[in-house]
Structures are given as C-alpha cells and as structure tokens.
C-alpha cells in the first residue's frame, strides 16, 4: 500500500510498528536515530513518516524541520511529555499529528490509515479559485499569484476544507473532523484548530485577510 519510514530508537517499540505496519500491507523502512532516519528519507521518499521526539544524533524536532525544507510527505511524531506536545502543534514545526506514550497501535494505526486516505492523490481534476489564491486539488499544490505556497499536508487540507465550504461557516468541530479526522476533547478542538489557522494564515501572506473568524462559530473562507 505505502511506504513507510519508522524513526525510532526503542528497539521493541519499533518491532511492534513494523510488525503492524506490514500486516495492513505496508512496504516498512526503519531507522533508530535521527541521522539515519534522515539518510533513509532521502533515499527511500517514504509517503509517511512515524517520528520519535527523543532521537540519538538528531532529535525529532530536527529531523522534522530538516524533512520539511524540502518535503510535505505526512509526518507523525511519538512524543512523550505535553511540553513536545506544544512544540508539534506549535507554529515552527510542521508535523501532521502525534500520538502521545504510551499509545495503542491500534489507535496509531488509524491515524496511519486516515492520514494516507487524505494525502491519496483525488481522481478529480480540478482547482478551487478565491482571488489571487488557487488549489490545485490534483498536483496537491496551493498557489498564490501563480507562485506555490509551502504548506504541510494539514495546512493544505485545512485550505481545502475552508474553500470547499465556499464561503460558508465552519465550527472547529467540523473542520477537525474534517482535517484531522477523529475526536478528540474540546479543548483539543480550539487549541488545534486556532493554532493551526494562525499557521494558514501566515502562509497565505497577502491573501490572509480571506480566513475570516466568525465570532463563536468558528471560521470561513472569503470567496471573492
Ligand atoms: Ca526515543
């Protein structure tokens, strides 16, 4: 089904990823520090990548950062403490979601599986315009100007969602059902949700100002 990079360092922990990942059918690569995932990443271009924080060599964080100077393959990153919680959700990162320690594989394996379903190229052809802004729904590519806009794979479903409302309202719930795909406690919802439309927002420069907040709802996308 997909090729997957595991980074981790904790020898069991990675045998159980690998012995769950390739009974869905995924083709797994592994490493067990930061460095070698990196070298792995480069070599193998994984369409997932499940990321321990606490990493010999090259922490998690900067492996992350490393992989997204020039990448939006999905990331998933292992974390341990809510403090590398906050960091993952925080502005800098750019990871796509994280399971806290311990976790249940099953749990992790469904993120795994919502995650590849969303980045699976769509069968439509077509591009949503709002202003100087366009998403190319078939090469996976946001453009402002004509000019592509870097974003990780949950910015660009994010934008999708928004545009696909076509002006409308979204609640935080709705979107992170939506982008994320699962439930989680509300104050998971607005953290999540806000933090990542700050993001959007700074990615989108000029055209910012179309992510609208809609006071005690939630947000929407300015068309025209
Ligand atoms: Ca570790």
New binding site residues.
Partial sequence: MAKILVV???KSLLKGLRFNLEREGHRVVTATDGQAGLDAFNREKPDLVIL????PKLDGFGFCKAVRAKSQAPIVMLTARGEEVDRILGLELGADDYVTKPFSLRELMARVKAILKRSAPSAKTSTIRAGGLELDLERYEARIGGKAVHLSSKEYELLRCLLEADGRALTREQILEKVWGYEKGLEMVTRTTDQHILRLRERLGAEASRVVTVKNVGYRFKMD
């Fill in positions: 981790e360092d904790e321990d924080v606490m990493l």
